[in-house]
Each structure stands twice: as C-alpha cells, then as structure tokens.
C-alpha cells in the first residue's frame, strides 16, 4: 500500500444557481481507512460525493482520486469506484441475479457468472437469487446494492446514507461487512447521520453547509472542539433544559432520559452557569459527545452566516 | 363533510397549479386542438396545383383553364408542353392534376368531333381531390357555354361538346385504405418510438436508477444505444406487422421497391428514437414525458397529412408540419408504396429526415450527459 491518499481533493466547489453547495472542501482519505462524512441535511455531503466519483463536475477545485485526476479521468475513476446512491439504485423489476449480472457486464468483469455467483452465495441470496430486486425488504435491498457497488472489487467504495431506514442488526452486519472490506484495503467514504455509526469509522470529517468543520478521528474532533460537558441528575433534571440553555456560558443543554446533558466552551462559566441548581441537582463533568460536538459546529456555523441562501 | 372535500379541492388545486405538465395538458391542448381543427384542417381543400399539358393553345383551353381557376379548386403551378413532363410533376408530388389538352382539341370542337380532355388526378388521397375532380365538368360546361356562341351554339347540345376523360393515378379505383394504411406507419412508428423512448429514460431518472447507471463506466453514448436497439427491434415488428396487413387485408398495392422502404422506414425509427430521447432530456417525470409526446402526436396526426389533406391547410401550418418528420415519412411511404418512386425522387423527403436525424441526435447526445443534475 503506498502512503499517497486514496482520496485527495482540494478546494472542491460546486454551485448550483446562486448557491454554494459545496464550499471549498478540503478531504484526504488515506488507503485502506473507513471515513465517515457528517453533517446536518442539505450540507452537501451527497454533491462532494457525487463530484469524487464523476457524478458531477467540480465548479472549483482540483483532487485526485487514486492518483487520477477528478477533472479529466473520471472515466477511468469510474471504474475503480464502487458508490452505493441514497435511494435503491438497481433495477426493481430485474431479479435479485440479473442485477448483479448486469453491473457485471457494465464492468466488463472476467468469469461473470463465477462472480455473480459468489456474490450471492456471500449475500445468502442464492435460493432466491431469482426473486425480483423490487420485492426485497429494506435490509436486503441494502446488502444487495452493497453487493452489486463491489461486484467489480473496486479500491474505492463511496456510501450515501446506506443505512438510512434499515434495522439496528442488519446495520451492524453491514458495517462489519464494511470493515471487512476496508481490512482487505479498500477505501471507504460512508455519509451517514448516525453517531454510533460515525465511532465505527476510522476517521470523520464534519460538513456544515458546504464548509468542512472538522477532520479527524473521533477523539481528534472531540479534543479540537474545546467543549466540556456536564451531567446533572436530580428530580426534574430533564425539564430544565431550555431554561439552563439561556444561561450564559451554555452552548446547549438537553435532556437524556431522566438527566440533562449540558455543555459549553469554558467550564468555569459552564459550572456557574449551573449553580443556581446545585442544591436539587448534582452535577458531574462528563466527556463530550460526538453529537456534543457536531451540533456545536453547526449551530457555529449557522450563527457564522457562512450560509449564502438563493 | 364539506371542510374535508375543501381541504381535499385545496391540496389538488394547489398540487396542480405546481405541476408544469399539469399546465400543459389543461391549457395546451385546448389551444393546439382549437387551432389545428378551427384553423388549420379543412376537408374540402382549394387551390390545389394543377399543371397544363397543352398543345393547343385557342381561346377554348385557354377559358377552360380560366374556368378551371375560378372554381377556386385549382391553381395553375405549370405550364409545359414536352410529353410526361405532366405524369414526372404528378409522380413527384409538386402537383396533383394534370389537364392535357391535345392538339387539334378546338378544330375537333368546332366541328363538333367531341375531343377529349384528359384530367390525371394524384388519387393517392381520394378525399383531397374528391370536390375538386366534382367541380371539373361544371366548370368546363360553364366557360365553353360562353365561347361557343352564334352558330356554335349548337355544339352545346347533349351530349356535351367535351369529353372530360378521369384518369385516376396511383390508386385508380379511389381506395382511402390505400391511402390510410401506409400513413399509418408513420404514426404508429412515431405513436410507440417516440413515448416509449423517452419514457424508458425518464423512468430512470424518476426511480433512482440513472444516478447508478452514471456512476458506472457507461458512456451516455452507450445508455443511448442500448436503450434504443430494443425499440428499433419493436419498432421493425411493427413495421412487418402493418406491411402483412397492408398487402394481405387492406390489398394496398406496392408499387415500389421494398428495400427503399424499409431504408427510409429505418431512417425515420431512428428520427423518432433520437426525438424520444431529446424530449426525455427535457423532463424529469414520466407522466410528463407522456404527456410531452401527446403534444407531439397530435399534429403528427392531424397536421401531416395522415387525416386531412396537406394541401387543405393555411400556410402557416403546412409550415409547421413541415417540421414533423411525419410529413416527410407519410410522403415517402406514399410515394414509395402508392407511385414506386425510386431513390431520386425520394432523394429530397430523405435528406430532410437525414438533417432531423442529425438535430435530434446532437440535442440528446449533448442533453444526456453522464453526470446528474
């Protein structure tokens, strides 16, 4: 595996009308590495995917993917990119086979029929292999896209959401599946709104509209965010969380079953912010949340004006 | 009760008033119907181009051909005087009667011999020159009752001093299914082609599945392609279909080659395959695309000569269905099937095709593009 990155973009930009949808967006992904891609809707997540694997054309900005430069091979990207679109992209009145059957030939793949087959024996779908693709449930509807985005053993593999919709096991088979692939060293570049799923990745990058807010690991991002947090629990904790939000010094409080998690940026003020409370109420210093810190970044970024509306 | 249906009227009225193709269909085609039939059709077509074929230029032909002029059914488009040169402009389509006045026609006149007068009429369309061939011998009464005066006037007598001969070409016994069942390649071709085409590409752009198809190494060229072999393959069954019926039900004669046929019937399956898929680059949903090939198969039917006579119309819309490739195609079947026309004389309606082929392929080669939005 040589050290250059997988993924390299940089000052990615794409507007639509007067919009800016995606801001000058910096990525490196090295090979081999699961990153996951958060941020709230709308923030361009989906566009900064589609122009990595040549869906769209960057307005600004330059990268390589694979060493290839986005802008003039993205043929030759196409055929190493594996990308697994939002909603269910393959053919709901072909069977569950002649889907992958078809990707196969798309692909010009050697022994078709031997890949085809072993795709369906790795799914589990070979009995129903003639079943139509439309008629799968949402679990396997994802496993079988999954299948048919690494039919053609791509070195990168783009995921829009894949878990959006699907139940809490199928989503766990699925990302062990993911690590799977990324061990035998594909990269992956997953967009996801789950903060479990954010902590399986390697790494995560945080995009606010159309502006990268953070890249790193997990303990990185929480580090480089500067939140502390609080946890009080007490009878009515959980119902003083607007109110406690007013106080100076909060960034955001919320209730968490029957206790409020609060946090803010200096823990001084956070402490003093909460002390009218402290008789009823005992709080205690816990280590920010990944959600702490994201949606910090993106009320920041929204009070940031960095928003340019049509 | 009432609250609930006017919280339904509100969400539909609201819900139309934001679909465009909505729009289409309800102000549309009121419009388009109102001009084609209001307007444009005209079943009981005049000014139709005649040619003279005269060797005998006297003061009779020359009010016949007066005569002729004032029923409002014939314009004189040419003159010509070397034989077939009449039977070639007829063939072509440039004109649809020939009057060949022979020579000696007014000494054989005046000495009361009864000449003939010979009216070929393109009978292709049976209904297009039906009132015209109706008015001839009245006219002709008409203009020789005023020249054939003092002691002529006997020459009026029954029978008539003119013996107006009908030659019927390219469909002699005045058949409409003749006529009918070839134009029906054209729409039914373009019925199929067109709505289908561009439904199969809106169809995947509407489900999910065109985002997928771009992400793969395909080429919009080769979506192109792929998507079209199959409905060229229906379109040919078609063809076949209509050609077995023509010759086996309908006894259409076929006159001309049958290899020209199919060439110019490939031609114009690749006109409407071409015009599909630029008309699906322009919407994004099925219904609309539907919708949006209604709007093209309407004239294709009334205004191309399929229905109503072609030379019926005002200018203005002959005008516009020169534009459909229809017009062209239904001339070329016609002309090939009914007149045996060869490749010269299908030469020019091809060429027409050739460039609509061109323009339609560039729009949607240039419209599709691999990447989404």
Redesign the interface.
Known sequence: MSDAPAIAVRGLTKR?GGRTVVDHVDLAVQPGRICGFLGPNGSGKTTTL?MI?????PDEGEGEVLGLDLRTS??AI??Q?G?M?Q??????DLSIAENLEF?AR??SLDNRNARVEAALERLGLTSRAGHLAGKLSGGWKQRLALAAAVLHEPRILLLDEPTAGVDPQARREFWDQIHALAREGMTVLVSTHYMDEAERCHEIAYIAYGVMLAHGTTDQVIAASGLSALEGEGPGADRLAAEIEERPGVAMAAPFGTTLHVCGTDPEALRAAVAPWAERITWRAVPPTLEDVFINLMRTATDGSVVEQA | MWERIGAMVFKEVRQMARDPGMFVMMLMFPIIQLAIFGFAINSDPRHLPLAIESKDNSVYSRSIVSALRTTGYFDVAKVVTTYGEGDRLLSEGEVQFVLTVPADFSRDLVRGQRPQLLLTVDATDPASTGPAVAAVNEAIARALARDLAGPLTMRLQTPPPVDVVLHRSFNPEGITSHNTVPGLLAIILSMTMVALTAMSVTRETE???M??L??????PIEVMIGKIVPYFAMGLVQVLVVLLAAAIVFEVPFVGSFGLLLAVTLLFTLVSLALGFTLSTLVDSQIMSMQLSMLYLLPSILLSGFAFPFRGMPVWAQWLAELLPPTHYIRLVRGVMLKGWDWQLALSETAVLVVMLLAFGTIAVRRYR????
Not at chain 1, 53 to 57: D, F, S, Y
Not at chain 1, 87 to 92: A, E, Q, V
Not at chain 2, 370 to 373: E, G, R, S, Y
């Open positions: 639509f589609r694997c040549g869906l769209l054309i993205r043929r196409k055929q990119i990308y679109t909603k269910f992209g393959l053919f709901s990707i798309v692909y | 489900q999910g599945t985002e997928n771009l992400a793969t190494p395909l080429r691999d990447t989404v939005a």
